[in-house]
């Protein structure tokens, strides 16, 4: 069953993800009112230039999280009237600060959305959480089987995954649901206060940043710029792989499971999982005179490295069709050139 959203909330819009999605829901022209949060709204204007045809009308409002009784009141005021409320603040610096910022901002919004009768809410967390300790890569990741051992990730300094992992837990408590998405508590999780929950798991997001800064900006597109620049990944291809997804298509996946009155849980936000010999390789086809692959390592063997694989079934269910790698790259390397980033 869809659920038609008319009015939704964006909570770290100038972001990566967040401007994406905002983008996305104007493309697709049913919702009314966005209304997006920063905490600088001045700085946020060029967001109400994503809709210059006037079809909806973004509006920018202040949200400082992490801040107790005053961020409660902030979400409250900006999540009232909305439909859904998407969840895309966050960062990824390695400190335990980390935990305490992505726990408590995303159970704050689950709270206020149960004293603002938002009806679904959606995370964006990270594949982080869904490594549990000497998984094969052989074995599919399932989004409803597989998860991070946060203990271990603390103990190891991996703070920002330790983030997601605890924010998912955290979330999925408020709910009534465990981290399988079973209902534990029925009274919790029938009440009809209690918002929807869905978590988008991706890994490394690529595609066209929205935000028009000269500054290529967020978790992702500065190392691939240091990549193309040989100034990372210089000397032999990783034998390894990466699980990528284009922006465009990961906000899609967050509005199919917005508007899907069935979606419930964690979903992965990934295409698929890439060997960096051929994610490098890609990139020389579409600069062949920039850039130049690093030779394979001798002493490694490429052959029998499988990447990570992913039961596609639930992500699927959302009937979201991505781009393949080639047109992510090249539409990315585009961007990179657009803002002088390749000099
Ligand atoms: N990019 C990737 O490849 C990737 C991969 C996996 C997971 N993720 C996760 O996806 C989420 C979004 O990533 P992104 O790349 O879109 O990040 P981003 O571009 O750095 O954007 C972060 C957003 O968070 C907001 N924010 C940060 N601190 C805040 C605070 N104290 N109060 C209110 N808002 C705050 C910022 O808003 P203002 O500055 O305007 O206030 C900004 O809109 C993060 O949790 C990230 O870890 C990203």
Same mark, same amino acid.
């Given at each position: 069953?869809? *659920?038609?959203?008319?009015?939704?909330?964006? +909570?770290?819009?100038?972001?990566?993800?967040?401007?994406?999605?905002?983008?996305?829901?104007?493309? /697709?022209?049913?919702? @009314?009112?966005?209304?997006?949060?920063? #905490?600088?709204?001045? @700085?946020?204007?060029?967001?109400?230039?994503?809709?210059?045809?006037?079809?909806?009308?973004?509006?920018?409002?202040?949200?400082?999280?992490?801040?107790?009784?005053?961020?409660?009141? /902030?979400?409250?005021?900006?999540?009232?009237?909305?439909?859904?409320?998407?969840?895309?603040?966050?960062?990824?610096?390695?400190?335990?600060?980390?935990?305490?910022?992505?726990?408590?901002?995303?159970?704050?919004? +689950?709270?206020? %959305?149960?004293?603002?009768?938002?009806?679904?809410?959606?995370?964006?967390?990270?594949?982080?959480?869904?490594?549990?300790?000497?998984? @094969?890569?052989?074995?599919?990741?399932?989004?409803?089987?597989?998860?991070?051992?946060?203990?271990? =990730? $603390?103990?190891?300094?991996?703070?920002?995954? %330790?983030?997601?992992?605890? !924010?998912?837990?955290?979330?999925?408590?408020?709910?009534?649901?465990?981290?399988?998405?079973? +209902?534990?508590?029925?009274?919790?999780?029938?009440?009809?206060?209690?918002?929807?929950?869905?978590? !988008?798991?991706?890994?490394?997001?690529?595609?066209? =940043?929205?935000?028009?800064?000269? +500054?290529?900006?967020? *978790?992702?597109?500065?190392?691939?710029?240091?990549?193309?620049?040989?100034?990372? !990944?210089?000397?032999?291809?990783?034998?390894?792989?990466?699980?990528?997804?284009?922006?465009?298509?990961?906000?899609?996946?967050?509005?199919?499971? %917005?508007?899907?009155?069935?979606?419930?849980? #964690?979903?992965?936000?990934?295409?698929?999982?890439?060997?960096?010999?051929? $994610?490098? =390789?890609?990139?020389?086809?579409?600069?062949?005179?920039?850039?130049?692959?690093?030779?394979?390592?001798?002493?490694?063997?490429?052959?029998?490295?499988?990447?990570?694989?992913?039961?596609?079934?639930?992500?699927?269910?959302?009937?979201?069709?991505?781009?393949?790698?080639?047109?992510?790259?090249?539409?990315?390397?585009?961007?990179? /050139?657009?803002?002088?980033?390749?000099?």
């Amino acid at each position: 069953m869809s *659920n038609s959203i008319k009015t939704a909330v964006v +909570i770290g819009a100038t972001g990566y993800v967040g401007s994406s999605i905002v983008q996305e829901l104007v493309n /697709q022209g049913q919702v @009314k009112l966005i209304r997006c949060t920063s #905490r600088d709204v001045e @700085k946020a204007n060029w967001l109400k230039d994503l809709c210059r045809d006037g079809t909806c009308q973004i509006e920018i409002a202040a949200l400082h999280l992490n801040e107790g009784e005053k961020t409660l009141e /902030q979400l409250q005021t900006v999540m009232t009237g909305g439909d859904v409320v998407f969840f895309c603040a966050g960062h990824e610096e390695q400190s335990p600060s980390t935990i305490d910022f992505m726990v408590s901002s995303a159970v704050s919004v +689950i709270e206020a %959305a149960k004293v603002t009768s938002v009806g679904t809410v959606v995370l964006t967390s990270s594949g982080g959480s869904t490594n549990p300790q000497g998984l @094969k890569d052989s074995t599919p990741k399932s989004e409803l089987l597989h998860f991070s051992d946060p203990d271990l =990730q $603390i103990s190891r300094g991996r703070y920002s995954p %330790a983030a997601k992992t605890l !924010m998912e837990i955290k979330a999925f408590e408020a709910v009534g649901r465990n981290h399988k998405n079973e +209902i534990v508590d029925i009274g919790l999780a029938t009440t009809e206060s209690t918002p929807r929950l869905v978590i !988008m798991n991706p890994n490394l997001i690529l595609g066209p =940043q929205i935000d028009p800064s000269p +500054i290529i900006k967020g *978790n992702s597109l500065p190392w691939m710029v240091q990549i193309l620049k040989k100034e990372r !990944m210089a000397e032999y291809v990783p034998n390894d792989s990466m699980s990528i997804i284009d922006v465009r298509d990961l906000a899609k996946l967050h509005i199919a499971a %917005a508007v899907n009155e069935e979606a419930s849980g #964690r979903y992965y936000g990934v295409n698929q999982s890439y060997a960096w010999r051929e $994610i490098l =390789q890609e990139f020389h086809s579409i600069l062949p005179t920039f850039y130049q692959p690093p030779p394979l390592n001798p002493d490694e063997d490429y052959g029998s490295k499988i990447p990570t694989q992913f039961d596609h079934t639930r992500k699927n269910s959302l009937g979201v069709t991505l781009r393949p790698l080639h047109e992510t790259l090249v539409d990315l390397v585009d961007f990179f /050139q657009s803002r002088n980033a390749l000099t």
